[in-house]
């Protein structure tokens, strides 16, 4: 969100508990908060779309999901564990998390418009409570340029981690790594994530010897 964007909206069938399933509806409880174990709880209550291995969807309960465990096994909140872990190695000082349920960007930050009930509206202030580790981070093109660079160097996580990011499972239709979502264009293979919220648009991907790399975010809506 904000500065750089956050992960795609909720859809599919196991979006979980969300603040609506329209831009209008999310934008009339867009200072509600949601907790992540709300989420998850509503979304395990619906039972699993599909069977293992039977086909790829993104969700972004599945990050959800991911953001628990890791406080599960650290015992530490999944905000503090990203600081210390990737954005302070890395030097990433533009990029954060809200306090909370709090539903501005601090700091220098582009502002956001989407049609609400055919008005243009300004829709900068949310609460992105309901997608937590989905994205509710807020960054910078550069800082999201120096995490991009610094992963497929394999200063994130361990090459052999890295290695299965680039690794799509034989399913048809499938386009996703672990996390890395990959593109074919003209021949060439690139990987990235996309990241929206109304009003914000974000991407960044990169060929795998970074020969090219692409940062940006859009405010328009569609983008």
Not at 31 to 44: E, G, I, N
Not at 165 to 193: C, Q
Request: with cysteine; net charge neutral.
């Amino acid at each position: 969100m904000g500065r750089g964007g956050a992960a795609p909206a909720l859809t599919g069938p196991q979006v979980g508990a969300n603040l609506g399933s329209t831009t209008e509806e999310m934008y009339a409880n867009r200072f509600r908060t949601l907790s992540p174990q709300r989420v998850v709880a509503m979304a395990v209550a619906k039972g699993p779309a599909f069977d293992p291995g039977e086909r790829q969807q993104y969700q972004n309960i599945d990050y959800t999901v991911l953001g628990l465990l890791i406080e599960k096994v650290t015992g530490d909140r999944y905000e503090h564990q990203a600081d210390v872990r990737i954005f302070c190695p890395l030097g990433m000082r533009h990029t954060d998390f809200p306090a909370g349920a709090d539903p501005r960007i601090h700091g220098p930050h582009h502002r956001a418009y989407t049609d609400i009930g055919g008005r243009t509206t300004d829709v900068t202030e949310w609460n992105m409570s309901d997608r937590w580790a989905a994205g509710n981070m807020i960054s910078t093109t550069a800082d999201l340029e120096r995490f991009l660079v610094a992963l497929f160097r394999g200063q994130v996580v361990p090459q052999p981690l890295l290695d299965q990011m680039f690794v799509v499972p034989d399913v048809e239709g499938a386009s996703y790594g672990m996390a890395l979502e990959r593109f074919v264009h003209n021949g060439t293979e690139i990987w990235g994530k996309t990241g929206s919220r109304p009003g914000y648009h974000t991407v960044l991907a990169a060929t795998r010897d970074l020969s090219r790399t692409v940062v940006y975010s859009l405010t328009s809506s569609p983008p």
